[in-house]
């Protein structure tokens, strides 16, 4: 799961797994143990790389303006299913070779010999990587007819569509096979589950035996081989875009990602297992609080913590040991650590996959370290033991999980069909307890985290919605993981209000509430709950992407509707008159840099918002059908010029996605980029939010970056390192205040009237290592402020240590302040994260606004 591999305990077992002599053996802290929580390493607001040390070929995959679909796997015909996949090029640098390790260009050819050694093995390619690459989804099962195929597929609809019946369907019972889901190496410098997918596909091809007949006769096996080939090949923990795919899975911005959800989504696993490294011993899921409080958690610890001790024995039983190889017995979050280790979020795949029906899903983390400083510094032959011993982890692991899943088949399926049951039902969810969950010790307060579904959420149709396009975007959205939508064909009342036709329905009466409700919800403040989180506690997109989402807490819900599909067209140009294009929306900001781009005179208007000559209604009327902008009509004339602004950005890949997203054109920059000489003729603007030190630069690049600020460059800085830019640059006065450098989450802000930065935005933000700023020089603006008291709507953000930095602090502090400097260049400095991760869509403008300006 993690970010670059937490540790899990500061002691002797830390030292195994960078010395070379096997170390002694560390006894695993137990739940009460004072011993540290597992560590954050190397974490932060964004875990990429920065996007200017990716080559160029990477840039350019993320100048893809909008997700693409992954390809449709197949429902019909039987098992097998063969493929004959195309061989890659041999590639000598796959960094996989030095670890004696199955590199890219391998698998195909060995994943087509495994599909002729019988009839159990099937292959198809689930979609492409970020840089390209093939991925490699396997089928194993006994043959199957097409009709018993089709036959397993209504089983599985009739399990998710109608799960009252299929709990007393005697056909499900008896022959329904149950879906195991393997996900291996979406980390790419975690590679051995890869390696251990392909010896277990050709064990269960070859044998013979009874047991592994009726295994595969009872059971559908799929396994993704590579999650993410371009990181396998790099040697990057990132995909070729720079994203860490295992925080993608709530926003869905990359292809590995989405291939992963549609997997999820057609083969509807109860089980899962998602295979990383390195945490020594071996980590075992499930997790320590705070949980999920979304789960159906009684059903889900269950299965995970019963699954999770026969993992255990099948690793521990392997025979390594401390003492000769340097591995420390395998530990289980949930039994032995007290927090840092947690399941809150559901951007990680197996926090993903509950809400697809999976009753029992893990992290597993191997024990051997052989990335990073090891994988430059170890020998070759320490590196090649290591990796022997995290492939025999992860094989045992597997082996394990499918011997529990089709142990325990029958109830298996009967949780999964209760987990949808209960969500049709409406039905409230069960507190998890030594009673509610026998066989589990330790359950106590601290586990238990439920919630109030609402009876429905409404995305508002007309004058009740602040952005169609918006709206559009987050129903798309939904309808793509698989949450149920409804557009309402005449008006209706619910909780008191009385909402046009043509609104948006999601009715949390369906079998994946809980997915609905943990992306729609607000969210939650667990600050008090625990002393640190082990990523991102706030995500709301009903508050974050930028659409008016209401909540119906209870209500009699009578709608006439049709099931969506795919949201309803929102695109508009006004027939007579010049045209209004607003420019609160990431759709908008990129609709406006493609019509300056093609020559059209754009003027901004009062409020921020741009004026299009009505001659160019033509133009518009494209734009408006490929992005879903409106133009309306408009008799101001506005005030300036607007200016396509070519951007040099020293920012991390998940703000480079953004900014392209939005049309702008960028340069990736760091300070090595500029030490080297950076021509600034064709730039407008300087974005700065990481790997640019102002002090750092040689005496060339700082003239010749003085020279672009004294031409009236315009600067953009977003957290401490546009802080710090700001001040070593000498801009604009504003003294920034750090608040804690772990707190996250969502937070109330107000903005300032008829700002020409954050106008039309939400009264909502997201942070990460939140900023703000006092002691404003003359002129300086604020744009935007946190809100009074505690500003904190969801997430976690605690006082430091030393008792400051807590969102008290914060609370009516500048947010976003303006100005311009003596140099004369227009300066503006975010303490907000605006396009975190590439996902919070309905702040993005706030970015394009000001580099606008």
Known sequence: MGLPRPVLIATAALAAAVLLAPAPATAAPGRNDPTPYPVREGGGRDDGEPAASAPPSVAANALRAAPTAAPELARSGGYPRRTRLEVPP??????????????????????????????????????????????????????????????????????????????????????????????????????????????????????????????????????NVTANPDGRIAGTRANANGFDLNRDFVTGS??????????????????????????NGTLIEPTTPPHGENYE?????????????????????????????????????????????????????????????????????????????????????????????NTAVAGAAMRATLAYTDAHRSSVIADQIETFRRGAAGEAQRPVSEETVPGVPGIGPEDVYTTRFPRAYVVPAGAGQRSATAAARLVDHLVANDVRVERAVLPFRLAGRVYPAGSYVVDMHQPKRGLANVMLAEGRDISADVSTMYDISGWSLGLLWGATVDKAVKGDLRVVGRPVHA???????????????????????????????????????????AIVPGSARGVAGVLADRLGVAFAATKERGRGALHRTAVAAAVSPGELFGLREMGFPVQPVSTDVLNEGYDWSGTDALYVSSDLDYAKLNPAARTALDAFLARGGAVVGLGSQGAAFNAAAGLIKARPTEGNGSANGVVKVANAKNSPVTGGAPARTFVYSPLWFTDLGPGVRVEQSYGAGNPLVAGHWRPSEDGTGGPKDAAGKAAVVSGVSARGADVVLFGTEPLFRDHPKGLFAQLGRALLL
């Open 90 to 223: 041999e590639n000598p640098d796959d960094k996989s070779i030095k670890l004696g390790l199955t590199p890219y260009h391998s698998i195909a050819p060995r994943l087509n010999a495994l599909q002729r050694l019988g009839d159990r093995v099937s292959v198809e390619v689930a979609g492409h990587s970020a840089g390209g690459h093939e991925l490699y989804l396997v089928t194993l099962t006994a043959p199957e007819t097409a009709q018993q195929a089709r036959e397993q597929e209504r089983m599985r609809e009739l399990i998710e569509n109608s799960p009252a019946a299929a709990a007393k369907d005697r056909r499900v019972k008896a022959a329904y096979k149950t879906p195991v889901f393997i996900n291996n190496n979406i980390h790419g410098n975690e590679w051995e589950g890869a390696d251990a997918a392909l010896r277990l596909i050709e064990e269960l091809a070859k044998k013979k035996d009874r047991k592994t007949a009726e295994l595969l006769g009872r059971n559908r096996i799929y396994l």
């Open 254 to 279: 990359q292809p590995e990602a989405r291939a992963i959800q549609h997997i999820a989504i057609d083969k509807q696993p109860a089980v899962m297992l998602d295979l990383h490294g390195y945490v």
């Open 297 to 389: 958690y009684d059903l889900f610890l269950k299965n995970s913590y019963a699954n999770a001790l026969g993992m255990e024995k099948a690793v521990n039983g392997l025979g390594y040991t401390p003492a000769k190889d340097g591995v420390e017995p395998a530990v289980i979050p949930f039994r032995d650590q007290k927090e840092g280790w947690d399941d809150w979020p559901p951007i990680f795949t197996p926090q993903y996959m509950p809400f697809q029906g999976a009753v029992a899903s893990h992290t597993i983390e191997f024990p051997m370290a052989v990335n990073n400083e090891e994988y430059d510094s170890l020998p070759v032959a320490e590196l090649r033991r290591r990796s022997a011993i």
């Open 567 to 609: 949201a309803s067209p929102t695109g508009y140009v006004a027939p007579f008159g010049d045209l209004r294009l607003r420019l609160s929306d990431p759709k908008e900001i990129a609709a406006l840099n493609s019509l300056l781009a093609q020559g059209v005179r754009v003027r901004r208007a009062a409020d921020g918002s």
